[in-house]
């Protein structure tokens, strides 16, 4: 069993994500989905095998990749941003974009909303934001044995 914290739209809101540390040491993952990619800076130091970045829409210099495959513990994972896929309006291309990629999966950021939805047997995560300015809130993962399960959690605005 591999388990993960899932975050994203820090927008410079170091404060959120150093409450994350404990959390960071107690799992075996933190994926960052982007903007504010670079406020994991302090944690990248004390687990640089943990963490994934993914590039934003309003990260730069961008730090890590626009959108990656992750196979944890049998479950294929395709994380993004969502803002080269219209993540805003529609949930059909980040559906599609897993079917290519084989991935049963995706985790996704941009929209600062959080939710979980399934569209033709594939799971979209989106962890909310940690930013100032909005209800702040993280999506813990557990995968074991192909199968992941997701809880969305509200944490205290820093």
């Given at each position: 069993?591999?388990t993960?914290?899932?975050?994203?739209?820090?927008?410079?809101?170091?404060?959120?994500?150093?409450q994350?540390?404990?959390?960071?040491?107690?799992?075996?993952?933190l994926?960052?989905?982007?903007?504010?990619?670079?406020?994991?800076?302090?944690?990248?130091?004390?687990?640089?095998?943990?963490?994934?970045?993914?590039?934003g829409?309003c990260?730069?210099?961008?730090?890590?990749?626009?959108?990656?495959?992750?196979?944890i513990?049998?479950?294929?994972?395709?994380?993004t941003?969502?803002h080269?896929y219209?993540?805003k309006?529609?949930?059909t291309?980040?559906?599609?974009?897993?079917k290519e990629?084989?991935?049963?999966?995706?985790l996704?950021?941009?929209?600062?909303?959080?939710?979980?939805?399934?569209?033709?047997g594939i799971t979209?995560?989106n962890?909310?934001?940690?930013?100032r300015?909005?209800?702040?809130?993280?999506?813990?993962?557990t995968?074991?044995?192909?199968?992941?399960?997701f809880?969305?959690?509200?944490?205290?605005?820093?």
């Amino acid at each position: 069993m591999k388990t993960a914290i899932i975050i994203s739209d820090t927008h410079g809101n170091r404060a959120a994500v150093q409450q994350l540390k404990s959390l960071c040491a107690e799992n075996d993952y933190l994926i960052h989905l982007g903007d504010g990619s670079f406020d994991l800076y302090p944690l990248l130091a004390e687990f640089p095998d943990k963490i994934y970045r993914i590039n934003g829409n309003c990260d730069f210099p961008k730090t890590g990749e626009d959108e990656t495959v992750l196979d944890i513990e049998g479950v294929k994972i395709f994380a993004t941003h969502g803002h080269l896929y219209s993540a805003k309006t529609t949930l059909t291309r980040l559906t599609e974009r897993a079917k290519e990629l084989g991935c049963t999966v995706v985790l996704y950021g941009h929209t600062h909303r959080a939710r979980e939805d399934e569209i033709d047997g594939i799971t979209l995560i989106n962890p909310g934001t940690m930013s100032r300015y909005s209800e702040q809130s993280y999506t813990y993962m557990t995968a074991a044995n192909g199968k992941a399960i997701f809880k969305n959690v509200a944490v205290k605005t820093v």
